[in-house]
């Protein structure tokens, strides 16, 4: 931390010194919460916070539903809040947290630092893969709004979270994590028309799912041909949408499935004439 600060321009030494002097003036425990919000990306709620990050007393493991701090989570936060290194949106139905950049990477560097990074990124992965299931899983329901509404508030944690899934794809929890996003944001990224982002991302889970389930690996070549199509990318959709269809045969699990990439298949091919 000292040597890379000594290789920056004044005025950020400056702002990074009055970083670093706020961070000192935190209990041990606080300055913990500090370091493990900045795996958050573009914000953060309470619930988010208490799953993620967990007891930030000391430097040991943190545990998932415990408070954030001995006095609670709330109180936690507050203290954050009150030294001007976190702030909190009023407007929202649900409160939610923000981390200025600045103190964002300086927080990272010290929960780097502390050993603790690899850790923490793989609980926010985890957790907002969960997360994202259930906002597919009622996406046909009445709450179908607040699914599209939570997407929207979390899609830079989402991202950080396919990220994450995708540094190391020779490690099957990451490659799974990513298949099981895949089959969660497919809606959602057709619904918000994020078409060159999804392809982005498919492009790449494609290229990993190879020893995947076939009905997994079938998902995402159906929303590859779906995106494909939208970019009018022909014969790359047709080519996803056969495969898709041979893998769902295979795995012989959901017929709906088949039928829905044939009729887009189909669809497909009478558009090439």
């Known amino acids: ?14 702002l990074r010194n009055t970083i670093d002097w706020s961070y000192r003036l935190l209990a041990a425990d606080e300055q913990a919460l500090l370091r493990r919000l900045s795996v958050f990306v573009g914000g953060w709620t309470l619930e988010s916070a208490e799953a993620v ?20 989570p709330v109180e936690a936060l507050e203290t954050l809040v009150e030294h001007s290194l976190v702030w909190r949106e009023e407007a929202t ?29 793989r609980r926010h992965a985890s957790w907002f893969g969960e997360r994202a299931q259930e906002a597919y899983s009622n996406i046909d329901s009445e709450d179908q709004l607040a699914s599209l509404d939570w997407f929207d508030a979390e899609m830079a944690n989402v991202r950080a ?8 794809p020779e ?10 996003l895949v089959r969660s944001l497919g809606y959602l990224w057709f619904t918000r028309g994020l078409t060159r982002e999804a392809l982005s991302w498919l492009d790449q889970i494609e290229a990993v799912s190879g020893d ?18 939208r970019q009018g990318r022909a014969e790359q959709a047709a080519a996803a949408y056969q495969e898709a269809v041979e893998l769902f045969r295979v795995a012989d699990d959901d017929t709906t499935r088949v039928s829905k990439a044939l009729n887009a298949l189909g669809t497909v091919a009478l558009s090439q004439g």
């Open 53 to 72: 990050v967990g007891s930030a007393e000391g430097s040991g493991e943190p545990q998932g539903g415990a408070p954030v701090d001995r006095h609670g």
């Open 161 to 168: 979270a396919l990220t994450w899934a995708l540094e190391r």
């Open 1 to 14: 931390l000292t040597s890379r600060a000594r290789d920056l321009p004044e005025r950020q030494r400056t």
């Open 212 to 229: 995947a389930p076939p009905g997994q690996r079938g998902v995402v070549l159906y929303w590859l041909g779906a995106f494909a199509t």
């Open 93 to 121: 139905a649900s409160a939610r947290y923000r981390m200025l950049a600045t103190i964002r990477e300086y927080a990272g560097e010290r929960l780097e630092q502390a050993g603790e990074r690899d850790r923490l990124r």
């Open 171 to 180: 490690e099957p929890e990451r490659v799974e994590l990513a298949l099981s």
